[in-house]
Structures are given as structure tokens and as C-alpha cells.
């Protein structure tokens, strides 16, 4: 269910963005040919209306900054033009973040999505995070998107008082709400919506998108719909439309793909779950994960094999 109470200031940060995944060849290059196919099979899937790339799902953070720039530019030729790109920047320093951003604007990003340096995890001051993001903003002009880390991921999970705070500065037109915790969604949404309402509020929580939709979003940006594009869309267009009834039935085909992916351990698999996925429906020829990430061993196929099928069979209903 999408909020109207307010125009947003960047309309293309609503609906449902995919957050692809990148294909590498056997020897961890990106397959680039395998890339272009995969975003632009996915941007044009009915229902999309963005893409995420080089997020945790494409594996941004495991990549070198000319490997990043490559991504870029090969998603943004291969998807239509209407399609709205939305970039990840992972870089520890503000320098790299702001030459990685700037690339991502000379790439054809229409906006980044910055994610928190890896080395907060120890602590930051909420002043060194504001500054870190102003001077990303000033650097590549575009829309900066928030992202709300999991709660369990400690100080590099915002606080609600941080991101508001971050919302004052005038380019950020959008957060993705990862806390994966509907009770924590809804109050940074309820905040955000009062205080900078123009801002885009998505639900990025693959495991509960149903109950974030219910409670009311502006759309998400989420993996599954990178492998399972038309219950994704198809569970927020039910919502929009308030047919709830359809809406569960959707959920219901999604929770155990989502539980399998997200929720068994180790956790720090499921981006080789996802691409694995993309494997098993026939779209890459290799599951290589960037190292030291490694790829599913057989049993652990054999699982996902059995959930994606029962989740692809509802997807065709």
C-alpha cells in the first residue's frame, strides 16, 4: 500500500526495484554478456520499476572500483531508459565513496545508495556519518538513498534520530529500510513521513513485505524479485489495491523461498543462495561468488532447488 499524502521529491524511488545480482565467469571475472541479459530480463518484467545494483545482492562490496564502474555501465545500456538505476557505494574512505558515487553519475546512476562504511561497526560519531553523506551528495549530484541497516548488524544499523537527521540534508530522497524488523519500520516510517514526507520510505525486508505493505510503503528494494520477479510485483500491486486476500495467497508462495534464502544459517549465504537460484532457472552458467565468498555446497542446493521450484510453479500461476 503506497503512501499519498505527499508527492515524493525523486517519483522514481516508489514501486518495486530489484536489487540484481552480478554473473561472473568461473574465474570471478564479471560475465558481462550474462549481466546485460540478467538486468535487462528483469528490468523489463512487468511490475518492475528500478534496479539496485551493486548492493550486498551484486556483491558491490567485493568488487574494485573499475569492476563497479563496469557494472554500471553495462546495466544502464542493457536496461530501458525509463528504467531508474540506483547505484551502491560501499567504499570505506569518503574520498573513495566520493570518486565512487561520481563515477556512478558518469555511469548513468540515477541515484547511489550509500551504505555505511564496514569499519563503524566499532562506533561513529552521528556527526561523522551526516558529514560523510553531505560530502558524497555535493560530489556526484544525485539523489542519495539511506540505507537502514539490520538491526543485529549493531551501529551500522542508524538509529531513527540519525536518519532523521540525515534526511535533513536536501539531496536524500529516499531510505531503504532493511532493519528487518516490522515493528522498527514502522516507526522510522511514521517519523520520516511527518517530519521530510517527500522522502521515499521502502520496505526492503524480503521476509516480511507483507506486513510492511499493510502498514503502508512507497516500495521496496529487495533481491527476491532479481529470481522471482512476478510474485514480488504481484504482491505489492495486491496490496495497492487493497485485495489482501490475493496478497496473502502471494506471501504465502514467497515465505519459504525468503525463510530459505534469508533466514537458515549461515546468514552471510544468502547472496550465494540468490545466485545459485539464478543458476538452477537457467540464466547464468556459473554460481561463482566473488572471494572469499563461497559458493553452495550440494545438500545445500538440493534444499533451495525445492523451495525455488514450488515458489517458480506459483510465480506461473
Known sequence: MT????????????????????????????SEAELAAHAGRIARAEGIGGLLINGHAGEGGLMSPDERRRVTE????????????TVGVTSESTAAATQEAEDAARAGADAVLLFPPNHWAMGVDPGIVVEHHRAVAQACGL??????AP???????????????????????????????VAAYEELRRRIKAERPGVSV???????????????????????????????????????????????DLHDAIYPLSREIYRRAPA??????????????????????????????????????????????????
Open 3 to 30: 503512501d499519498t499524502a505527499a508527492p515524493l521529491d525523486v517519483p522514481g524511488l516508489t514501486g518495486i526495484h530489484a536489487a540484481t545480482l552480478c554473473p561472473l565467469t568461473r574465474d570471478g571475472a564479471v
Open 74 to 85: 553495462v546495466v544502464r545500456a542493457a536496461v530501458p531508459a525509463e528504467s531508474f538505476l
Open 143 to 148: 539523489p542519495i538513498v539511506l540505507y537502514k
Open 151 to 181: 538491526l543485529g548488524w549493531g551501529h551500522l544499523s542508524y538509529d531513527v534520530d540519525l536518519l532523521a537527521r540525515l534526511c535533513q540534508i536536501e539531496a536524500v530522497a529516499g531510505i531503504k529500510e532493511g532493519a528487518w524488523d
Open 202 to 248: 521502502m520496505a526492503s525486508g524480503d521476509e516480511h513485505l507483507f506486513a510492511c505493505y499493510q502498514i503502508g510503503t512507497d516500495g521496496s528494494q529487495v533481491s527476491l524479485a532479481a529470481i522471482v520477479p512476478e510474485l514480488v510485483t504481484g504482491l505489492f500491486a495486491a496490496c495497492t489495491a487493497g485485495d489482501w486476500g490475493r496478497a496473502r
Open 268 to 317: 552471510y549465504l544468502a547472496n550465494a543462495r540468490l545466485k545459485a537460484g539464478l543458476h538452477l532457472q537457467g540464466h547464468i552458467a556459473s554460481d561463482r561468488m566473488k572471494r572469499p565468498m563461497r559458493e553452495l555446497a550440494p545438500e545445500e542446493i538440493d534444499r533451495l532447488r525445492a523451495v525455488l521450484a514450488l515458489a517458480c510453479e506459483r510465480a506461473q500461476a
